[in-house]
């Protein structure tokens, strides 16, 4: 029990002990405490008055009709903290989709590249970048997201892993094995093309040192076997930063609607 809580208790049953001294009966002391309960819910102080109620119920059982009111009272409070909470959950909820909003300007919410809808900047669709060496972002309306490297060359250089530096900062992500599946590479024609994705934390705080510098020159080192080097485009680290951020909005999200379903939930349960 919490400590204040407890103090309370123990107010009470010093009161308890007065009243009875006094000569009250259960019933009057009952009477007494149930006033005073309703008081503090006329004056909105709803846990004092749980409080008190709570000691009805627990030190006068017998007295059926102050029980019966406390009851009926502490449900009274509850369902109006309910009421309160899901009021709160409904204001949080339409911040949280205005700001998602504005960061989805430049992305399209898509199922053309797999089972799964996922969201995908605009300047990022593999239309419009099949033949370019770059970062991309991966986002999907569960908010989970990552980043994964793309090369493109007439040769391979059999990368496996990254750096993203500017002015003596850097970050170096995980090593990834080929696999076939999260480190995979093919060739059509004469074009090599190379595919790693940075799951599960392997980006090792790249996704970040791009999201606080989107504004500055960074350079991307594609490190393996061979070298590839490139300075990331404007629209790329925007891809990544904006995405990165509304991750976070998704989740955020997810986590006011659960919040919103439980709380209605126990209304139901109380009403």
Not at 42 to 50: I, L, T, W, Y
Not at 200 to 218: S, T, Y
Request: charged share 30%; hydrophobic share 35%; glycine share 6%.
């Amino acid at each position: 029990m919490h400590i204040q809580h407890r103090k309370k208790y123990l107010v009470i049953a010093t009161v308890l002990l007065v009243l009875a001294a006094c000569g009250l009966t259960t019933e009057q002391i009952a009477k007494e405490k149930f006033d005073r309960a309703n008081k503090l819910y006329g004056q909105e102080q709803f846990n004092d008055a749980k409080v008190v109620l709570d000691s009805i119920i627990e030190h006068t059982p017998k007295e059926i009709e102050y029980v019966a009111r406390a009851n009926d009272l502490l449900r009274t409070i509850k369902i109006g903290e309910q009421e309160r909470n899901l009021a709160f959950f409904d204001s949080a909820l339409v911040k949280k989709e205005e700001e998602l909003k504005v960061l989805m300007k430049n992305f399209t919410l898509s199922d053309e590249y797999g089972e799964k809808q996922i969201l995908i900047h605009h300047r990022q669709k593999p239309q419009n970048a099949y033949n370019r060496t770059y970062l991309r972002a991966h986002l999907d309306m569960e908010g989970d997201f990552y980043i994964s490297s793309r090369y493109v060359g007439n040769k391979y250089i059999n990368h496996n892993k990254i750096k993203v530096y500017n002015e003596g900062q850097l970050v170096l992500s995980e090593e990834v094995a080929e696999d076939g599946f999260d480190n995979r590479k093919f060739e059509d024609q004469g074009t090599f093309w190379e595919v790693v994705n940075y799951k599960n934390g392997d980006d090792n705080g790249i996704i970040d040192f791009i999201a606080q510098n989107v504004n500055k020159p960074l350079k991307v080192h594609f490190m393996g076997k061979g070298n590839s080097y490139i300075v990331m485009e404007k629209f790329d680290k925007e891809a990544i930063s904006d995405g990165y951020e509304i991750s976070f909005v998704l989740k955020d999200i997810a986590k006011i609607k659960k919040e919103m379903t439980n709380v209605r939930q126990e209304l139901d349960r109380l009403r």
